[in-house]
């Protein structure tokens, strides 16, 4: 049978016998349990439990939420926006940082030094540390945030490992009789390997499974550039996938997130040409990324952002078009085409100081307008929220919770949604924007009111933090980053711009401790050696990741691209040796060179 095995028989045996299977991302954790659904599927099950697996930070909530249950600890596991406030709350009040206009960038990169300290175990050496003024400063930072979390019965979510770990040693936690299988991890932070050590210590069987398909096929190819590289990589998952149509083909790419958009247009175009008329679903695509995008970048949650931030300041000219013409705020089809006239001949013709207008100056030019009686239910809808926009101006400080309510009222008015048309994408992302509004009501944790500006602000925050992905609907390629790709195998594999300048990834040693300490806890950047060897295992990995061919391929079941440098050197990833050079860019080492197959692209 064509295609990978979904459940690879070693998980399914350690499902079968009761292990957790835990991953070290939530790609593989989905994976698997799709897999195992299949699985019972095809043996003619009518219905079954979900099966034990989740990712590292699921479990770590779950065996945290069993401790509070049975009412062992007390304390509140603070998300990333509650500890934003308070890393925000310290910083405001350090009078050394009154020159800044606004702390929340300062206070994110406090955040993740925080958690770079917990993750390799760092706190009292960091108290004890000699650095510069910004490694003294944020040393004052964390020991205010310690007393902090001490003082409220607050505990950040990075240092659940430590405080399971000592609940562990107490024997507070309920271990799993048939123990715990780790997949998917090239490597484990200190923090991990020190509940894992503790967790065997306590008896529990803590297996660690590497998933290796090791494919017999490798081939390396070069491309005269970035833009036939990508195209080369497309034409040949096309053609994999003509002859093999329950083949599982995965694109992997260092630093997807920046080269997201233009793979998209160039899959779309080899893969799915049909997908370029605008009226098509995008969800039939036959591939799909594992990262997701900012959920304010979604069409549904931007417009939304608009119509609330409309209710506080007026809209420039083109964010109030495209409010006009999105099919999210109090759209019919009768009323599509006027509103664009509407827009095109009379909103950008209105005589106007300055390019932008408020609720109750578009109501003003609306009420004039010559299509007004065509356009009676949005004109409807701009005076309701202005009438809730005008009330809100005139309330004080409320708490977050309250806020949300308010904002959920405002968009009821303005009829925002696509409503029983909503595709599966829209009401998935409805789903995500509830949850942004439900965090922000956490917010609320430490009692103090706001105004209706910073609760916006901070819903926005969420927002842009917050990755939204629709639901994987498996389509046969997957485009992933290569820490995604850990824990899954594939019928091909195909690794994008690994060139020496893109790969192995840059890793940068932090600017808020001392250089001393990272040293000694061998942060990442700090040890050129380490990192290139773990660089090397993830190469490995990866390269191991296809199955062995079932078929005799014309095509080789991995693709690796390397551009043409100044010394046309092109190596075998398998076995290459990366040695640093200057701006942090990788050379090979040539005694490490193996000739394999190599045919120019075409």
Not at 144 to 158: P, Y
Not at 289 to 303: I, K
Not at 469 to 478: D, G, L, R
């Amino acid at each position: 049978m064509d295609g990978v095995e979904l459940l690879p028989s070693e998980i399914a045996e350690a499902l079968d016998r009761g292990a957790i299977v835990v991953t070290g991302n939530q790609r593989a954790a989905r994976a698997l349990r799709f897999g195992f659904d299949q699985r019972n599927r095809e043996r003619g099950l009518a219905n079954w439990a979900p099966p034990p697996v989740m990712a590292w930070d699921a479990w770590m909530a779950v065996l945290w939420q069993g401790l509070v249950i049975e009412g062992h600890v007390a304390q509140l596991l603070l998300n990333r926006q509650q500890e934003h406030v308070m890393w925000r709350t310290i910083l405001e009040a350090d009078d050394e940082l009154t020159s800044l206009r606004t702390v929340d960038s300062l206070a994110e990169m406090a955040a993740e030094t925080w958690q770079l300290v917990c993750r390799y175990e760092g706190q009292r050496r960091l108290r004890t540390a000699n650095g510069n003024t910004d490694a003294r400063a944020f040393q004052r930072w964390a020991r205010t945030f310690e007393r902090l979390c001490q003082a409220e019965g607050f505990l950040a979510r990075v240092q659940l490992e430590e405080m399971l770990r000592g609940a562990v040693g107490k024997g507070l936690v309920r271990l799993p009789a048939a123990g715990v299988v780790l997949v998917g991890f090239d490597g484990m932070t200190p923090a991990q390997e020190s509940l894992v050590e503790t967790l065997r210590l306590a008896g529990m069987d803590v297996e660690e499974l590497r998933l290796r398909a090791n494919a017999t096929r490798k081939m390396l190819v070069e491309a005269a550039d970035e833009n036939e590289e990508l195209r080369v990589a497309a034409q040949w998952t096309r053609k994999f996938l003509v002859d093999r149509p329950a083949a599982k083909v995965a694109v992997i790419v260092p630093g997807l997130e920046a080269e997201r958009r233009e793979i998209d247009r160039v899959f779309r175009e080899v893969l799915a040409p049909e997908l370029e008329d605008i009226r098509a679903a995008s969800e039939a695509a036959p591939y799909e990324f594992s990262l997701g995008v900012e959920l304010a970048e979604t069409p549904m949650v931007a417009t939304a952002l608009d119509l609330l931030r409309w209710t506080a300041n007026a809209l420039p000219l083109e964010r109030v078009s495209a409010l006009l013409l999105s099919p999210h705020f109090s759209m019919t089809s009768e009323e599509r085409e006027v509103r664009a006239e509407f827009d095109a001949f009379e909103l950008r013709r209105a005589k106007v100081l300055r390019p932008e207008f408020s609720l109750d100056a578009l109501i003003t030019v609306l009420e004039g307008a010559k299509r007004r009686a065509r356009l009676s239910r949005l004109l409807s809808a701009l005076r309701e929220m202005r009438a809730i926009a005008n009330r809100l101006q005139g309330m004080t400080a409320r708490t977050n919770a309250e806020w949300a309510e308010e904002m959920r009222e405002f968009l009821r008015a303005a009829v925002w949604g696509s409503g029983s048309q909503e595709s599966s994408v829209e009401f998935q992302t409805r789903r995500k924007w509830e949850s942004a509004l439900d965090e922000l009501a956490t917010l609320d944790f430490d009692g103090v009111p706001v105004e209706f500006v910073q609760s916006l602000e901070a819903l926005e925050r969420i927002a842009r933090q917050t990755t939204f992905a629709p639901e994987s609907h498996n389509a046969p390629v997957q485009v992933m980053g290569p820490l995604e790709a850990a824990g899954g195998t594939f019928d091909a594999v195909w690794f994008l711009r690994g060139g020496e300048l893109s790969w192995p990834m840059e890793t940068r040693a932090s600017s808020l401790l001392p250089w001393p300490m990272q040293m000694e806890l061998k942060m990442p950047g700090t040890d050129v050696a380490k990192d290139s060897e773990e660089a090397r295992r993830m190469t490995e990995r990866i390269a191991d990741g296809a199955v062995p061919s079932r078929w005799r391929l014309q095509h080789r079941s991995l693709g690796i691209r390397l551009y043409r440098r100044s010394r046309q050197q092109h190596h075998d990833l398998g076995w290459w040796t990366p040695t640093h050079r200057s701006n942090s860019q990788c050379g090979f080492n040539r005694d490490h060179r193996r000739g394999l197959g190599r045919r120019p692209a075409t």
